[in-house]
């Protein structure tokens, strides 16, 4: 059973930081997974942020490319995402997510995806 659990969401003012964590466990091979990081505003459908395939290739939304950055630590099996110059169209729930193949599409498709955290929630104030 693969468990995905979100931390460090919090209300910040635009122009702050954040960095997102996801814990994972429950599989031994999720190192070599392909992991992103999605969002979903409140009335929205959820959208791709960005994600890192097992062999470390980065792929990125247009509207985050330049102030966020994912990166993992497979000796932990942990996901990360920096959050630079935040902006109030930024909040969301963040969810992290695994997708049972070491690569990740360009285009993000939650259909893809084959495990979900909780989500955790960011805001961004003016």
């Known amino acids: 059973q693969v468990q995905l659990v979100e931390s460090g969401g919090d209300s910040v003012q635009a122009g702050g930081s954040l960095r997102l964590s996801c814990a994972a466990s429950?599989?031994?091979?999720?190192?070599?997974?392909?992991m992103a990081w999605f969002r979903q505003a409140s009335g929205k459908e959820r959208e791709g942020v960005a994600a890192i395939g097992g062999d470390g290739t980065t792929t990125y939304a247009d509207s985050v490319k330049g102030r966020f950055t994912i990166a993992r630590d497979n000796a932990k099996t942990t996901l990360y995402l920096q959050m630079d110059s935040l902006k109030p169209d930024d909040t969301a729930m963040y969810y992290c997510?695994?997708?049972?193949?070491?690569?990740?599409?360009?285009?993000?498709?939650?259909?893809?995806?084959?495990?979900w955290g909780q989500g955790i929630q960011v805001t961004v104030s003016s």
């Open positions: 997510a695994v997708r049972r193949n070491w690569y990740c599409k360009v285009l993000f498709d939650i259909d893809d995806y084959n495990y």
């Open positions: 429950g599989y031994t091979t999720l190192r070599y997974y392909c």
